[in-house]
């Protein structure tokens, strides 16, 4: 299968190289930066461009790894006839597709990547959705190439998984740096932390969240809550927050019981 990506990104780049390193032949990478297609290109031995007019017509797969929001503004300007293209983003519908292409689908792989660390693909969940069986088998075929977790979901699903996501990824990586910058104001280093977190998310992983909850919010220790606000004081955003997260698993574990 010869595939070609449209965009040159964190995601690209992983999936550029996982698909590479599993014999499939990537032919061609675009970027609207010339730069980054040229890296990426070089790392999988495939041409590059940063012009759409000179993307190759040869591909049985195109996938789009590109930002959400510039997705619709592509399909405007790109004309592949019958060829198979797919978008890998967990909150964009199927549907953008529609009068814009005959064969699409959507190739989502559920993990946060970066360009310069090797993800391992064995396990992660990969999320697709086609709009027809044969285009799906296909994307199966790939996927199944990369991982034994291969979900087929409808756009509904993956735009709710994408939420619940954000919740545990990106708030949780948000907070990590909060609590880093509290740290440093003392001149401690975060990964004093690193087990204490470590411990948590195992746990979850075999326990309802909220049932393994600990801390002074759950047990609404108000001299605590305090006496932590107190330190946080000279930030206000920080303190809104505190505040609301601890009202909120307060909230929560009585709404459970």
């Known amino acids: 299968m010869k595939i070609i990506f ?21 032919i061609q990478i675009f970027s609207r930066t010339l730069d980054a297609a040229k890296n990426l290109a070089e790392k999988v031995n495939a041409q590059y461009t940063n012009r759409l007019e000179e993307l190759s017509e040869q591909a049985d797969l195109y996938i789009l790894a590109i930002k959400d929001d510039a997705i ?6 790109l004309s ?3 060829k198979l293209i797919v978008h890998t983003a967990g909150s964009i519908s199927i549907d953008i597709f529609k009068n ?4 699409y689908g959507v190739f989502y792989p559920l993990q946060t990547f970066t360009k310069n660390k090797k993800t391992d693909f064995s396990k992660i969940p990969i999320c697709l959705e086609a709009n027809s069986l044969e285009n799906l088998q296909i994307l199966k075929n790939v996927a199944q190439k990369l991982t034994s977790n291969v979900q087929i979901l409808n756009s509904t699903q993956r735009k709710t998984i994408h939420l619940a996501g954000v919740f545990a990824c990106n708030f949780t990586n948000h907070l990590l740096a909060i609590a880093d910058e ?10 004093i932390l690193f087990p204490l977190i470590n411990e948590s998310i195992g746990k979850a992983q075999f326990e309802k969240p909220h049932k393994i909850q600990t801390g002074p919010a759950i047990r609404n220790d108000q001299k605590v809550l305090d006496s932590h606000l107190a330190l946080l004081e000279k930030n206000t955003t920080f303190v809104e927050i505190y505040k609301l997260l601890s009202k909120s698993i307060f909230n929560f574990s009585q709404n459970k019981q």
Not at 6 to 26: M, R, V, Y
Not at 72 to 77: A, D, H, I
């Open 6 to 26: 449209l965009g040159a990104g964190n995601l690209a780049t992983n999936l550029a190289l996982e698909l590479h390193q599993k014999n499939f032949e990537i």
């Open 72 to 77: 619709g503004s592509l399909l405007e300007n």
């Open 80 to 82: 592949l006839k019958n």
């Open 100 to 103: 814009k292409a005959l064969n």
């Open 182 to 191: 509290i740290l440093e104001n003392e001149q401690i280093n975060l990964d």
